[in-house]
Each structure stands twice: as structure tokens, then as C-alpha cells.
């Protein structure tokens, strides 16, 4: 499974991003949850969010919960975060990630595909 994420930049605090990612076409990826991840630099990965296979099943770390949202399109093979009244210590490289199973979890063991990141910058 091949995945690419995009949408990452600079933002300043209080506005807002929308990563996506985007599974290869020779994949699906509607049988499986899907997550978001963060690494800041010197930090360990860090779980944001999650999604079940059909959608819904939404699962948020404290960080983020209330202005961050988890959505998926098993159409277009792609699942999205939009982020909102970003902080600057949202700062960090964002990946997708693939679960082993129809929901995600917060471990990063969990899952079984990683897209290649996507830097995300928030300026304060």
C-alpha cells in the first residue's frame, strides 16, 4: 500500500490547514481504519487522530479534540484532517497511516502502512 499525503505548509496561529491522503489506485483502503500521526523534531510519533473503515468511530488525542477533524472518502480512496485554530506547537511532520484492522487505534503499532510525512509549520 503506497500513500501520499499532501496539504502541509505554513500556517499562522489561529488558521487553518487540510491534509489529505491519498492511497495508490492499485489499493483500497475502505476495509481498514485509518490514522494521523505527528513527530515534532526530538519527539517520539505522537497519535492525533483516527477513523473506522465506514467513517465515524472518530478518535481524537486531548491535543487536538475540538479542532481537529478525522474524515474519509473510500470513493476516492483518501482520508483528510482538517485543522483548525492551529498552534504553534502543532508544529511537526503529519503522516497517515493504514490500521491492521476495520478500527484504528493510538499505538503506532497498530497500524501497517505509513504515507511519507507532510511538514506542517505554525508560526506564531
Known amino acids: 500500500v503506497q500513500l501520499q499525503a499532501s496539504g502541509g505548509g505554513l500556517a499562522q496561529a489561529g488558521g487553518s490547514l487540510r491534509l489529505s491522503c491519498a492511497a495508490s489506485?492499485?489499493?483500497?483502503?475502505?476495509?481498514?481504519?485509518m490514522g494521523w500521526f505527528r513527530q515534532a523534531p526530538g519527539k517520539e510519533r505522537e497519535f492525533v487522530a483516527s477513523?473506522?473503515?465506514?467513517?465515524?468511530?472518530?478518535n481524537y488525542s486531548d491535543n487536538v479534540q475540538g479542532r481537529f477533524t478525522v474524515s474519509r472518502d473510500n470513493i476516492k480512496n483518501t482520508v483528510y484532517l482538517q485543522m483548525n485554530s492551529l498552534k504553534p506547537e502543532d508544529t511537526a511532520v503529519y503522516y497517515c497511516?493504514?490500521?491492521?484492522?476495520?478500527?484504528?487505534?493510538?499505538?503506532?503499532?497498530?497500524?501497517?502502512?505509513w504515507g511519507q510525512g507532510t511538514q506542517v509549520t505554525v508560526s506564531s
Open positions: 497511516a493504514v490500521s491492521r484492522f476495520a478500527y484504528a487505534g493510538r499505538s503506532v503499532g497498530d497500524y501497517a502502512y
Open positions: 489506485r492499485r489499493t483500497t483502503i475502505s476495509n481498514n481504519g
Open positions: 477513523i473506522g473503515w465506514r467513517g465515524g468511530r472518530e
